[in-house]
């Protein structure tokens, strides 16, 4: 991963990076470099991560790239429709998402259905495909595990050494199946961020103590006014 810019290198312009001003933010006494902007858990992960590890593994592509983790249409659907046969068995009022069919209504999901997604359905239903599929040694697979694992630890309220070691190393195991193994247009600036959770929680605490969560919550009661 390459050295993070200073604190100084902030505070004037990088053309060469394509910044022609530097952020006011640098200005303030409080200003710890590029920790300060934070990470946030709800957007990165879920909107964005997860949104994109589903349109992997279900082909959502005008064009032919080697997603590694492609699952064929009738998998997918069966991924859905298992989603859809056992909501009546699932406790929700003890999750904060809800269990879509991810086959029929992807563009219907929010953030914190993608979290679910991640947390209770890729470590069960898209494992079981993806074991059938390829084999459960396939490095795939592996790498997928590694990310669910990496994202889950991250998602805690409380974060230990281990945990943190864990999160590093998983994410990194991603990383370079990523960079090796899978089109280079699949790499985007998102999961670029995931290798920064690790200095950010060790900096900043637990994504969730600082989540968009709750200031989310507030425009949706205030939105009707």
Not at 15 to 30: M, P, V, Y
Not at 75 to 90: D, H, N, P, V
Not at 196 to 220: M, N, Q, T, V
Request: some cysteine; aromatic content about 10%; charged content about 20%.
């Amino acid at each position: 991963m390459s050295t993070p810019r200073t604190d100084e290198e902030f505070k004037g312009d990088e053309n060469e990076f394509g910044i022609s001003k530097a952020t006011d933010f640098a200005q303030l006494k409080s200003f710890h470099g590029y920790s300060f902007f934070g990470l946030d858990e709800l957007h990165l992960i879920g909107a964005n991560v997860m949104k994109r590890i589903w349109q992997m593994v279900s082909g959502d592509f005008a064009t032919d790239v080697n997603t590694t983790i492609l699952l064929p249409k009738q998998a997918c659907s069966a991924i859905g429709s298992a989603i859809t046969e056992s909501s009546a068995t699932i406790p929700s009022a003890i999750f904060e998402g809800s269990f879509r069919d991810v086959y029929q209504k992807a563009g219907l999901m929010r953030s914190v259905d993608w979290i679910m997604f991640l947390q209770a359905v890729v470590p069960t239903l898209v494992f079981e495909r993806l074991v059938e599929e390829y084999m459960s040694s396939a490095e795939q697979v592996d790498a997928i595990m590694s990310l669910v694992i990496g994202c889950t630890l991250a998602l805690q309220w409380n974060i230990d050494q281990n945990n943190l070691a864990k999160i590093n190393t998983n994410l990194h195991t991603w990383h370079l199946h990523m960079k090796d193994k899978v089109s280079t247009n699949m790499y985007n600036v998102n999961f670029q961020y995931l290798r920064h959770i690790h200095d950010i929680c060790l900096k900043l605490d637990p994504l969730r103590s600082y989540s968009i969560r709750s200031a989310e919550r507030a425009i949706g009661t205030l939105t009707p006014y």
